[in-house]
């Protein structure tokens, strides 16, 4: 919570080679690779619906499998611990031989929380892979820049002078800053390594596959080769991360005009996961008259196909069994540019006949979405399951000072917590009341809390996790204040008053009209003008945090 702090996400890969000299040649043995995962909150963000902290942690585990008996391995986690701190870094597992169960396990109990320090993270990960010494690679996977006051460029540069065998490599893993991001290349650069853009975890995977297997080959040289230096690949030579498909590009229902029939609003957490099925191709054989056999192939390969579908909270499930709304779309827009709705189903689990061909399979959960693409093929029965990775979020208000706030006098607005180029953010959900529980894809939220009808206003940045409900109380400092205007004090307020409430510095705080109006104002110092017959009045007063008052105004 920025309130929570704000969440960007790297982790690094470093790896030491230490080679054995033989008469003939020399064979290298287990590289040391140090990880380094960074655990700030922009990991909650979501990458085709899936957050990328456990697309991060599906690709650990992938390359624990792959890679924990080729090397000895480290994991250094930053911002895990505390909700903002820049000096939140920890060495999770010291450098050593471990299974890939003990890694994926250590992998899966770090949560984003925190800051940013990828500075200092690069430093800690070089010492940890005793740079200066032994040849070290690091990997720097990252969704958002340093935002600790660190200059990871220039650490690079340093940690390159002090370590001549040092490489840094960089994986960039966000979509929507995929541009920002690219400023990071200085420091592969400055390093001697590469760097590449990841916008999925497929690309992830592979990125970081392609560095695990340059850290762990083999090198067979002769012993006149060891002492020398090769030359660094430079950052211009960016490890392979295909780029979208153009299935993935085709289909994003975020976009303007996209799945406009669902009913609900679609936040960004929705995102489109491609899945094409595996069709090995066939050379045709020459055209020739339809015979019956054909025919009836023909009319097999447009019958329905029977279809089922359920959907999980999280990937360790459980299963949801209610509040589910399904919506089945053309997997193509039409010439409106919208996808044609196909069939919309209200049970947790159901089932359908659809002809043979590629649709668009929308699970709503409150205002939790996802969206899937799937292929019909003729004569295969499908089942279909899709992971929400939803949480649920309930809020409430209390005054600074511990008294509650009546629920129907405060209400909310829930924004997604990225921000445009202007400072704005997307509204997923307005006018909220408390105590309702609001379910939403498990990411980073912006709240903004109002408190009657002026300006006690609070703003919030909360988290939510998946499978988990969490409640948040904000505290407004306010209190009311009603105010009349009286020829003398005590006496009766005069009709036809309009009031203009300012701020010491003379802004607009609330206008409105009439004997006794009644505010809600955050607590301070104002000015009061009060316009009677022409004639204008004012006073100054001072609201402390929950002490209403009776503000009156005398004609003097």
Partial sequence: MRCTPHLCSVFALAATTALTVTPAHSQSAKPNVVMILDSSRSMWGQIDGINKVVSARTVLEQIAKDYADKTQLGLIAYGHRQSAGCTDIEVVLPLASYTPKRIAKVVK?????????????????????????????????????????GNPCATATKLREDGKNLKIHVVAFDRKTKTKLKSLSCVAENAGGTFA????????????????????????????????????????????????????????????????????????????QVVEPAVEKKTEPAAAAPSVAQDNAATLNDAPVPISLRALLT?????????????????????????????????ASPTAALSPGAYLINAAYGLSHI??????????????????????????????????????????????????????????????????????????????????????????????????????????????????LVVQ????????????????????????????????????????????KGKNYSR?????????????????
């Fill in 109 to 149: 109990g770090i949560k984003p929380k925190g800051s940013t320090p990828i500075a200092d993270s690069l430093v800690r990960a070089a010492k940890a892979a005793d740079y200066t010494k032994k040849k070290a690679t690091l990997v720097l996977l990252a969704d958002g820049l340093d935002n600790c006051k």
């Fill in 197 to 272: 853009s990841a916008t999925s975890e497929a690309q992830l995977k592979s990125a970081l596959n392609a560095v695990m297997a340059a850290a762990t080959k083999p090198a067979m040289i002769k012993p006149a080769e060891i002492a020398t230096d090769q030359p660094p690949l430079r950052a211009s030579q960016e490890l392979a991360a295909v780029e979208e498909s153009p299935a993935e590009q085709a289909v994003d229902p975020t976009t303007t005009g996209a799945i406009p029939n669902l009913g609900l609003p679609v936040p960004s957490p929705l995102r489109t």
């Fill in 315 to 347: 990937d360790a499930g459980p299963e949801i069994k209610a509040g589910l709304v399904w919506r089945i779309f053309r997997d193509k827009p039409n010439a409106q540019g919208r996808y044609d709705l196909v069939s919309t189903h209200r049970e």
């Fill in 371 to 484: 969206t899937k693409k799937m292929t019909v093929l003729p004569s295969v029965p499908v089942s279909e399951t899709l992971v929400l990775n939803a949480g649920g979020l309930r809020l409430a208000s209390v005054l600074a000072n511990g008294e509650p706030i009546t629920p129907n006098s405060v209400r909310y607005d829930v924004f997604e917590d990225e921000t445009d180029q202007f400072g704005n953010r997307d509204k997923i959900l307005g006018d909220a009341k408390p105590g309702l529980i609001i379910r939403l894809n498990a990411g980073v939220y912006h709240i903004i809390s109002v408190y009657g009808d002026a300006n006690a206003v609070v703003r919030a940045d909360v988290t939510v996790e998946p499978g988990k409900l969490t409640e948040a109380t904000i505290n407004h400092s306010a209190a009311r204040a009603t105010f009349k």
């Fill in 489 to 532: 004090p005590g006496g009766e307020a005069l009709p036809d008053t309009q009031w203009n409430i300012l701020t010491p510095g003379g802004d607009v705080v609330k206008e409105s009209a009439g004997a006794l109006p009644s505010h809600i104002l955050a607590a301070g110092s104002y000015t009061v003008l009060a316009r009677h």
């Fill in 540 to 556: 100054e007063f001072k609201l402390d945090i929950g002490e209403d008052r009776q503000i009156e105004v005398v004609i003097r």
